[in-house]
């Protein structure tokens, strides 16, 4: 191979990785600009105003999904007579992972902050779930898992479910 064959195969796939990049910037580059406005909050005021809506949805169906995984109506939903502490147990985990599955892309419309308080309290109901029923003896009943939760989120000086509702409240203040 000389050298003539060698530049003017590197100079063809120069000019070609060039004009590639260059078509891929002008067909991306209105997205940019938009995406790069509403990061720095320097888009024109329609634009912001098509979000509102999506972001107050997701703000609500947060706090629909917080009011579900909240030990007490997790218990009202899912119990009932005669069920044990192994099958209760399922019940809820299954319960708070599926309503998070559904959750998820609200974090699109969320700070970061905010979803992360938001799955935080998701891993620690989790926990919580899970360590009441390992404690509980082995012929325990979906009462007494209930009972020992509710006496746990009792004992708890602030409720983390509140605190993580008046969050997403000052995260839609913050919007207005």
């Known amino acids: 191979m000389s050298i003539e064959s060698l530049l003017t195969e590197t100079a ?26 509403l990061k720095s909050g ?16 997701a703000h609500e169906r947060l706090v629909v999904f917080i009011e579900r995984i909240n030990p007490s109506n997790l218990f009202l939903r899912l119990h009932h007579q005669g069920i044990s502490v192994k099958d209760l147990q399922s019940l809820i985990l299954n319960e708070i992972r599926a309503e998070y599955q559904h959750n998820v892309a609200q974090q699109l419309y969320v700070s970061g902050e905010t ?13 919580m779930v899970s360590n009441a029923a390992k404690d ?4 325990s009943t979906g009462i007494d898992l209930s009972k020992k939760i509710l006496q746990h989120m009792a004992g708890i000086a602030d409720n983390p479910y509140e605190l993580t509702l008046d969050l997403i409240k000052k995260d839609i203040h913050q919007l207005f």
């Open 42 to 57: 320097s888009a024109p005021q329609d634009e912001r105003l098509q979000l509102l809506p999506l972001r107050l949805q």
């Open 136 to 139: 509980l003896p082995e012929h």
């Open 115 to 127: 979803w992360n308080v938001i799955r935080k309290l998701k891993d620690d109901t989790l926990g």
């Open 12 to 37: 063809a796939l120069t000019i070609a990785g060039v004009v590639t990049v260059s078509v891929g910037y002008y067909l991306i580059k209105g997205d940019i600009k938009t995406w790069s406005r």
